[in-house]
């Protein structure tokens, strides 16, 4: 590998790439619990509320809506390639379907930021194939799913 090292990239392993092929359809997938009911992420094999084994959680697409439960405005990261995205707004959002999730607000300015705000997901692309899914404001209109610059040139 040639270049400055990057931390943004996910290793995909055979466990998550369904959950990285989906993001790259712009489907955001989560794992539901067959025996407990309740859905979990990020993805494990095993049920994290009730331990039920792998053979009792699947994947299921979510509905992509979620609310904001905290964010913070990043304006330093000396991680490559963190550094040249700055300001970024890293959050934590409540998906509808219960699991709270580690992710970035885009297309939203920080003053515009409001805890439980409606957001909906949209994908940002990292690298050839790889994106990862990300919240902006929800009912903008008609806008795709696709965030409209690539993650990696966004400034
Ligand atoms: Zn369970």
Redesign the pocket.
Do not use: K
């Given at each position: 590998m040639s270049g400055p090292a990057r931390h943004d990239l996910p290793e995909a392993d055979d466990f998550t790439r369904p959950y990285w092929d989906a993001a790259a359809e712009g489907r955001l997938l989560l794992r539901r619990?067959a025996?407990?009911?309740?859905a979990h992420h990020y993805p494990r094999e095993f049920?994290p509320?009730?331990?039920?084994g792998e053979d009792?959680?699947l994947w299921e697409t979510a509905s992509g809506r979620a609310t904001l439960y905290t964010w913070s405005v990043v304006h330093r990261n000396d991680l490559p390639p963190f550094g040249a995205r700055v300001p970024y707004t890293a959050a934590v959002v409540d998906l509808a379907e219960g699991p709270r999730m580690m992710t970035q607000v885009v297309d939203c300015p920080a003053p515009q930021l409001r805890i439980g705000m409606p957001l909906e997901v949209g994908f940002g692309q990292l690298a050839d194939g790889v994106w990862i899914p990300v919240f902006r404001p929800a009912s903008q209109g008609q806008s795709s799913s696709r965030t409209q610059e690539p993650l990696a040139r966004r400034r």
């Amino acid at each position: 590998m040639s270049g400055p090292a990057r931390h943004d990239l996910p290793e995909a392993d055979d466990f998550t790439r369904p959950y990285w092929d989906a993001a790259a359809e712009g489907r955001l997938l989560l794992r539901r619990c067959a025996q407990c009911g309740r859905a979990h992420h990020y993805p494990r094999e095993f049920c994290p509320h009730c331990w039920a084994g792998e053979d009792r959680v699947l994947w299921e697409t979510a509905s992509g809506r979620a609310t904001l439960y905290t964010w913070s405005v990043v304006h330093r990261n000396d991680l490559p390639p963190f550094g040249a995205r700055v300001p970024y707004t890293a959050a934590v959002v409540d998906l509808a379907e219960g699991p709270r999730m580690m992710t970035q607000v885009v297309d939203c300015p920080a003053p515009q930021l409001r805890i439980g705000m409606p957001l909906e997901v949209g994908f940002g692309q990292l690298a050839d194939g790889v994106w990862i899914p990300v919240f902006r404001p929800a009912s903008q209109g008609q806008s795709s799913s696709r965030t409209q610059e690539p993650l990696a040139r966004r400034r």
